[in-house]
């Protein structure tokens, strides 16, 4: 399989478990999941290859962006629909990162990090991730640290979700500085 088909279906995965089920005929129970054998099928006709290939995409993908439980499949992060997500329990970082558009730097100074469109905010593990992240919305991005400690000893909740990512409702300004 090569790359570009690989990241085509794994973009479609990532859509339908998050944004578009309806779209793709299926339908998510309150947690997200919904029955990994449909989502195979979805995938592997649409994209005209096995279902082994598709469960491989599933089972391998670098970011760790799908979860699988016996017959079940979620997205593990990124959901702009709502779902209720098992919060916390991981042990998070002291420092967190999160990469952005310079264009967005005035509202973020004034309301803080905000889900905009999801249903949380996403932070990076570490500076490299962050400037990844960031250069989806802009060519030179700014890195935003945040202090996780001190939001943790707050009371914010912060969840790690697949392999490097983590997630929080909302990140005060008080908490962010610029790198
Ligand atoms: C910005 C991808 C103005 C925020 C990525 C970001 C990540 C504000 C944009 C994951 C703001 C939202 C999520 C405020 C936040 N005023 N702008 N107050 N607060 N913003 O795409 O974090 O590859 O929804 O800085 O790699 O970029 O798809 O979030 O620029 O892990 O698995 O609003 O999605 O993962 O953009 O990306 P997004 P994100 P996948």
Redesign the pocket.
């Known amino acids: 399989l090569d790359g570009s088909t690989r990241r085509q279906v794994s973009?479609f995965l990532?859509g339908a478990l998050?944004h578009f089920p309806d779209d793709a005929g299926l339908a998510l129970d309150e947690a997200g999941w919904t029955a990994l054998d449909s989502v195979v099928d979805r995938a592997s006709e649409k994209y005209g290859i096995d279902r082994e290939a598709v469960i491989g995409i599933i089972q391998t993908d670098p970011?760790g962006?799908f979860e699988v439980d016996d017959d079940r499949v979620r997205?593990a992060?990124?959901h702009?629909i709502t779902v209720d997500l098992d919060a916390g329990g991981t042990p998070v970082p002291e420092t967190l990162y999160?990469?952005?558009?310079p264009?967005?730097?005035?509202?973020?100074r004034?309301?803080?990090?905000?889900?905009?469109?999801?249903q949380y905010?996403?932070?990076?593990e570490s500076v490299g991730?962050a400037r990844?992240?960031?250069s989806?919305?802009?060519a030179e991005p700014v890195i935003?640290q945040i202090d996780a400690a001190t939001m943790g000893d707050d009371g914010h909740t912060i969840t790690k979700r697949?392999k490097s990512?983590y997630t929080t409702d909302h990140?005060p300004p008080r908490y962010l500085s610029e790198r």
């Open positions: 973009k990532s998050r970011k962006r997205a992060y990124g702009s999160h990469g952005t558009s264009d967005a730097l005035a509202s973020i004034e309301s803080g990090l905000k889900p905009m469109n999801r905010v996403h932070l990076s991730d990844d992240v960031g989806r919305h802009a935003l697949g990512v990140v």
